[in-house]
């Protein structure tokens, strides 16, 4: 008997993250249950998919690679994941040939392996299956996956193929619904075979003679024999005894086993165990505070667990290494024991379940990205880029935003990306990628969650012996980088006008200077004089150009809806005698304001307020040639995009002018268009800018992207970036500072004052 040995509770939370619920036609009912297996594959029966597709059940023909819709309840109930059909194993009679009669209690085969398009994310993972017995006391669950629907069953009969399973006359019983999920026996950890059928009573009064809450179900033993006649076997579920313990429910882990196979690094794990805690009565409290954590079971008679039992524990048990090494790393106090511990957990790498977190620091540190994840889901994706820009991030950190429902599987990703490339002092260990996230994270969190994080991560760093100055030297790259993103630059506000009879390339200029205060200070007027581009350029470039700031100067133009095609951003400022080129668009957050259109709609003020607000929590909508007529991109704005603040145009240019509109008069605030495209078949062309990224880094991207394009005459793309950031005036609702107040804040003698060429 093993020292530590599972709790019901928790092995039933495993399991049932491998639940599988097995979609009907029309995507709302449930047609059965199925079991994840391992990678992409999953298993359910034969007649369950007979009865997603509508047919009837016990249909022996093979219906081919069809696609169904499943979702694991673990995750989401109703959040459908496609499948298709690998392997059919048809229902077909016992001892005969022909198909399976109605009314038929029982029969063999009926088994069907499907296929997802990509692994699921954690905490959907797979469970240990062991053979079959009679006596067994097992549990089944609707394929909804609700808590309360869990049947408890007893194997009373097992003649090889089939075991007969009687339930108590209290609490749920097998029903439609049940079949093809898993039976899972809570004393051995395992799945032992899947519901098949029920024995029902006949039509009519019920007799105490009667069959009541019977049912049925194929054992492993079976399954196996039944998926190698097809060649579907699975090779990677594992087919022995049970280990008599799981994983931590809490954790939040994939998988219940993860060492199945080569014991050497068991065995490797023994010796720095035994130097570690070589005294039974410290064994003892380490191992009984580490078995309270994973919520496991323990001996009750006072004996200290084997260090052998413990490095199987370590090597089977997720998470169970960091956590004995959070109570082991303060009780040591010379370089001995820290280097015993240290190759404790560099051993631990070479597992599959060990991870990088403790159970409590998972905890702690899930529940903060969580909450800082619905309040901003921009801050975690923001944080990893720049954290770690060299590192191919997981698929759920490359959008703009993270769902909270995500946090769990990118936390977990996260968690395998070891290792920090920079230097570390004393041959200490590097700072995991993880930890440098973090500190991203806690740079731009808000009050006592950057203090929390950082203390968290203090913490960590400590346990796992990284140099304090590793971390102080990330806490430092982490700082800067949010004082770069955060920092308001210089803020200018142009406005351009003309006059009926002012030549079509030249407008009228007023520019605008905003103060820290948030008072404006007029730069430059509008004379009776219109200017060129380049005039209005080097105009532009001299007011962002003197004031002070170490953040790029955003230059928000205001045009008349006739010039919103117009390339501000390619006029050209420098002077005649400098060397090198100044568009406006390479050296500046260039964008272009149109309140013309929006205040033609009495709703357009607070649609912009409502959708600026939610530019963090919204997605972006592309307007394509999906959207047949203006009065369908409309509708979408009003439903499904009610909160919708970026949108990304493609068409001719005139198709795009009325998008353009619509979406402005709308309280649009973020509208993207290449000006140059020819149509849809140019939408991909501003890719690089990734339109679809973090909103408000977009207006630096758009700048890279111009950069790039000014310089190769191979890249036809312009976009232009309309960003009517609502807390920012117009030029019309501009407080204007008095000029004899001028505070110097820009560094320019001559705030306040008109400047004209």
């Known amino acids: 008997m093993s020292w530590f040995t599972a709790s019901h509770d928790n092995v039933s939370a495993d399991a049932r993250g491998a639940l599988v619920r097995v979609l009907a036609a029309d995507r709302t ?86 296929e997802l398009d990509e692994e699921p994310p954690a905490p959907v993972g797979p469970i240990p299956w062991r053979e079959m017995q009679r006596g067994q006391q097992v549990r089944a669950w609707y394929g909804g996956g609700q808590a309360f629907s869990y049947a408890d069953v007893l194997v009373g009969d097992w003649d090889g193929r089939i075991g007969y399973l009687d339930g108590q006359l209290s609490g749920a019983a097998v029903d439609e619904g049940y079949s093809g999920g898993p039976l899972f026996s809570l004393d051995d950890g395992a799945a032992v075979g899947l519901v098949m059928g029920r024995v029902a009573a006949p039509a009519g009064p019920l007799s105490a003679q009667h069959t009541l809450r019977r049912s049925w179900g194929m054992g492993w033993q079976s399954v196996l024999r039944e998926l190698a006649l097809v060649g579907a076997a699975p090779d990677t579920c594992e087919r022995g005894p049970a280990t008599g313990y799981a994983s931590s429910g809490a954790s939040g882990m994939r998988g219940t086993r993860g060492f199945a196979g080569d014991e050497s690094v068991r065995d490797m794990m023994v010796g720095p165990l035994h130097s570690l805690l070589a005294n039974p009565a410290a064994r003892l409290d380490h191992a009984s505070a580490l078995a309270i954590e994973l919520g496991l079971r323990t001996r009750a008679d006072g004996s200290a667990p084997t260090v052998e039992q413990l490095a199987d524990l370590l090597c089977a048990t997720q998470r169970a290494l960091p956590t004995l090494s959070e109570s082991l790393a303060p009780t ?131 346990r796992l012996g990284i140099h304090a100055s590793a971390l102080a030297e990330r806490r430092a790259d982490a700082a800067r980088w949010s004082a770069r993103a955060t920092a308001t630059g210089v803020r200018v506000l142009v406005e ?59 230059v928000a133009v205001t045009v008349t809806p006739d010039a919103l095609e117009l390339p501000v951003d390619e006029w050209d400022g420098a002077d005649a005698d400098e060397y090198i080129r100044a568009p406006l668009g390479e050296d500046f957050h260039l964008v272009l304001r149109c309140p013309q259109i929006r205040r033609r709609s009495s709703t ?154």
């Open 332 to 462: 040591l106090s010379g370089a001995h024991g820290r280097g015993e511990l240290n190759r404790l957990l560099a051993l631990g790498r070479l597992t599959e379940v060990a991870r990088l977190l403790s159970v409590a620091e998972h905890r702690f540190l899930l529940a903060k990205l969580e909450h800082l994840t619905q309040h901003d889901p921009g801050l975690v994706p923001r944080a990893a880029t720049a954290a770690l820009p060299y590192v191919d991030l997981p698929r759920s950190l490359q959008a703009a935003r993270l769902a909270v429902s995500a946090v769990p599987a990118a936390l977990l990703e996260l968690e395998g990306r070891y290792g920090d490339g920079s230097p570390v002092p004393d041959e200490s260990p590097r700072l995991p990628a993880l930890l440098r996230v973090v500190e991203y994270v806690a740079a731009q969190a808000p009050g006592m969650a950057c203090q929390a994080l950082q203390e968290w991560s203090g913490r960590v760093a400590a």
């Open 496 to 554: 351009l006008d003309r006059h009926d009879k002012d030549p079509a390339d030249r407008y009228r200029c007023s520019v605008w200077r905003m103060r820290a205060d948030g008072t404006a200070a007029r730069t430059v007027t509008a004379t009776e004089r219109p200017r060129t581009g380049r005039e209005i350029a080097r105009l532009i470039r001299e007011v962002a150009g003197g004031a002070e700031g170490d953040g790029i100067a955003l």
């Open 604 to 757: 357009g003020v607070r649609d912009l307020k409502r959708r600026w607000n939610a530019r963090h929590q919204s997605d972006m909508l592309v307007a394509d040639h999906g959207i047949g007529e203006e009065t369908q991109l409309v509708r979408l704005l009003k439903t499904t995009h009610r909160d919708t603040a970026r949108v990304f145009v493609h068409g001719s240019a005139a198709r795009r002018s009325q998008l353009v509109r619509y979406c402005l008069a709308m309280g649009v605030p973020v509208v993207l268009w290449d000006r140059e495209a020819a149509g849809t078949d140019d939408s991909r062309r501003l890719d690089t800018a990734r339109p679809d990224g973090p909103v408000d880094e977009l207006p630096e991207r758009v700048r890279h992207f111009r950069v790039d394009a000014y310089a190769d005459k191979a890249v036809a793309a312009r976009p232009t970036l309309v960003w009517e950031d609502a807390g920012l005036p117009l030029p019309d609702e501009l407080e204007l500072a008095d000029p004899a107040q001028g505070d110097g804040s820009f560094g320019d003698p001559m705030t306040g004052t008109e400047q004209a060429i």
């Open 29 to 114: 009912r449930t047609a059965g249950a199925g079991v994840y297996l391992s990678g992409r594959k999953l298993l359910t029966c034969a007649h369950v998919v007979n009865a997603a597709l509508g047919r009837p059940v016990l249909t022996p023909d093979n219906p081919g690679a069809v696609h169904l819709g499943i979702a694991f309840p673990v995750l989401s109930a109703v959040d459908e994941r496609p499948v298709r059909l690998v392997a059919w194993v048809p229902p077909r009679p016992l001892n005969r040939h022909g198909p399976v009669l109605d009314g038929s209690l029982e029969w063999e085969g009926d088994l069907a392996v499907l």
